[in-house]
């Protein structure tokens, strides 16, 4: 392997996600890069599960840099870690994703032309099991997603594009209207498929409703933040800023029955015996969740942008 290489950055924001993250850092560790050319930055959001005394115990080929800060979102974490990095080439990978081999190689060929940003592919496993070394086959990256949480670009175009916007809170909307500003700017987007990274997503759970319904409602205020700053069709389009969204979910909770103490005591017997219903039950709760985030937003967009106010119209 050449080591000629650009400098590369990693940046991994985590909270509360020591065992994955943990992973994704040994499989930082077997790259085909040279260990010396690039390193690893790991923001900590407040994590409270023995995160910083695993990241002190490494040992490392690469150098790791260990930023611990208060939560403030994850755009801000995104921010602490491009400022903390050190290389011109930034890649943005999410916390509990572990990645194959030619990962940071993979990246760093694309940008062999200028003015760009490089999506790898992002496999989400319901399993730690999954080697990471394993490549993705066909079926693997039909569902794989390209987008902010497998992103490379130079640091100094995240910096003329105004860094992320740390009034979005949710990392993945963050990290598409920082997409949108730098295709403004008139970067082109690279797919590299060898850049794959694998997503560890535990199967849906009764236990962990109320958990996950509260991330929901987040996204959905979230989201709305981010159409604030950009109310653009396609802004629409990625969160669901339709009338029939909205009309179809007052169709399906007209009492709000995630909440009902019976369907609770009913997920939780039912869970083992029909487990595909409660999941499927659960994914309609915390879809009623995001909305009911949206809604949340929508209250006030009232001193937003014209084409905003109008969406709040319409719903």
């Known amino acids: 392997m050449t080591r000629t290489g650009p400098r590369v950055s990693v940046v991994i924001p985590t909270t509360g996600r020591r065992e994955m993250l943990h992973r994704t850092l040994l499989s930082l560790a077997r ?25 002190a115990a490494l040992a490392l080929p690469y150098r790791l840099r ?6 403030r979102g994850a755009a801000a974490a995104w921010n602490a870690g491009v400022r903390a990095a050190a290389a011109d080439l930034v890649i943005f990978l999410d916390g509990p ?3 194959g081999r030619d990962f940071v190689a993979a ?9 760009r940003v490089v999506q790898g592919p992002v496999i989400p496993v319901a399993a730690l099991e999954k080697s990471p070394d394993a490549a993705p086959g066909l079926w693997d990256l ?5 987008g902010p949480g497998n992103m490379s670009v130079a640091r100094m175009h995240v910096e003329e594009a105004g860094m992320f916007d740390e009034e979005v809170r ?13 295709q403004a700017m008139g970067l082109t987007v690279v797919k590299v498929s060898q850049a794959w990274g694998w997503l560890w997503l535990p199967p849906l759970s009764a236990a962990d409703l109320d958990l ?11 989201g709305i933040a981010y159409f604030r700053r950009q109310p653009t069709w396609r802004v629409r389009s990625r969160l669901g ?11 399906l909770f007209p009492r709000d029955w995630p909440d009902a103490a019976g369907f609770r005591r009913w997920a939780a017997r039912a869970e083992a015996r029909r487990p595909r219903l409660v999941r499927f039950l659960v994914r309609l709760a915390l879809h009623h969740a995001y909305v009911e985030g949206l809604r949340e937003g929508l209250h006030g967009l009232g001193e937003g942008r014209p084409e905003a106010r109008q969406v709040q119209r319409e719903l």
């Open 97 to 99: 994703t572990a990645v």
């Open 212 to 222: 996950l319904r509260e991330r929901a409602r987040r996204r959905g205020r979230a």
């Open 142 to 146: 039909v569902r794989a997603r390209f």
């Open 66 to 71: 260990y930023v611990r800060r208060t939560p």
């Open 107 to 115: 990246h760093a060929a694309a940008h062999g032309r200028p003015r």
């Open 170 to 182: 949710d990392g993945a909307w963050a990290g598409l209207e920082l997409l949108d500003r730098l």
């Open 241 to 251: 800023l339709f009338p029939p969204v909205f009309w179809l979910d007052r169709l």
């Open 31 to 55: 790259q085909t890069y040279p260990a010396d050319r690039f390193e690893v930055v790991v923001v900590d959001e407040g994590s409270i599960d023995g995160t910083q005394a695993m990241v």
